[in-house]
């Protein structure tokens, strides 16, 4: 038997720890209330850093709805905001977090308690904006709000430079804003502490996904759904750097020994698109034919230190301008032509054969261009592409058996491409 043969698909020993670190999330959130410390819900995208920075406890409400969706509440609380007259195809996160508030729900449910203030940003969606728009007047607390353009095949120097002051002015009045609400002073000496833990963290990350190269493929999405929270939710603090360290030693042990997540490694996928929060078991049917997902852009997208101008001393000694930076650049908002080249180039590097693509009914931002870098994979790179439309929190939308039956043809497809 080889070594590749002596494991199942598996989660890492050191995954097992992200427990423990998103319970000291929760603790922190709770302790900041009982001790009158400044809270702030945050979208994805917002600059959680500076939160930290100026000793502001974050908390994200799509994390909590995540959270909704895998405990089983996420539908129950999607159809109490439907009752307030949301329609059924605004984003299912936005309505699981309405409708946990409404319903008074505790974290363990992915409720997400009344803050400070809100912070968003439009730099994924605009639904991100409306959504803290409309939960700040419910709630009667302030917000503030970044509008972050989107960098396009055709943005000159010029624009960009533009573009860069533009969302630097607005991360200063940030600052001041926070100060106003809170009385908390901006202080530069923690904001370098917390913008070198959030670049090591990011780091890490990225170089666990560097070991996602080898053949087999140590680490599957039993590892990564889950181990990204910290990105969200913890960037500048340490104990999530351990994590992960922990998590690339044992990942690269596994490498060293030619073992891999999978028992039987046939077929190595990429994922675009959220996870279903509701139905992550889904991911394990993809085992009985010998298929793992070896990259995720949404899972890789958020350690975000990706653009070559945002170096670390960058990130230490200009920590706004930087920010400002990787706000424009952010992965998972590059237009069609610079993603078509990007997932050509992801392909080749982590040996993929084939890309699963979710439509996701509910988030339109995610799932604009999607047919459109179908065709150009395949028609221009020779890359096997499925689609599958389901929904990333509203389990109302997923349809298994159906999905089931599109895996199984497209398996068959690529068996005869990958073994002709």
Known sequence: MSKQQQTSNK????????????????????????????????????????LYA????????????????????SKNFIEKAEDEGYSYDLCSYFKTNVGAVLSNA??????????????STDVICD?????????????NVPHYSI????????????????????????LYELLDFIQEVTGNEYDEEKAREVSKNSWDLSMVWQQIYELRKNVPCPISTRDTFGGLFPLFTMPGLKEPIRLYKRMYKEAKERVEKGVGALKHEKYRLMFEGIPYW????WFSNLEKYGAIIVYEPYTYAFSKYMNPKVTKEMVLNKPIEAMAELMLSFWYIYDLKTRIKKFAETVKEWKIDAVIMHENLSCRPNSCGLYDLKRHLMEDYNIPCLIVSADMNDPRKFNEEQMNNQVETFMEILEQKVHK
């Open 11 to 50: 989660m890492l020993n050191a995954t097992q720890g992200l427990k423990n670190i998103m319970g000291r999330h929760f603790l922190a959130i709770e302790q900041a209330f009982r001790d009158g410390k400044p809270t702030a819900w945050a979208t994805s995208g917002s600059p959680v850093e500076v």
């Open 54 to 73: 100026m000793d502001v406890q974050p908390m994200l409400p799509e994390n909590s709805a995540t959270v909704s969706a895998a405990q089983k509440f």
């Open 106 to 119: 505790n974290m363990i449910q992915g409720g997400t308690r009344k803050p400070s203030f809100m912070l």
């Open 127 to 139: 639904t991100h904006v409306n959504w803290f728009q409309v939960q700040a007047e419910r709630l």
């Open 147 to 170: 509008d972050v353009p989107h960098v396009v095949s055709n943005t000159n120097n010029r624009q960009y430079n533009y573009f860069k002051k533009y969302v630097s002015e607005q």
């Open 278 to 281: 509701h139905s992550l078991k």
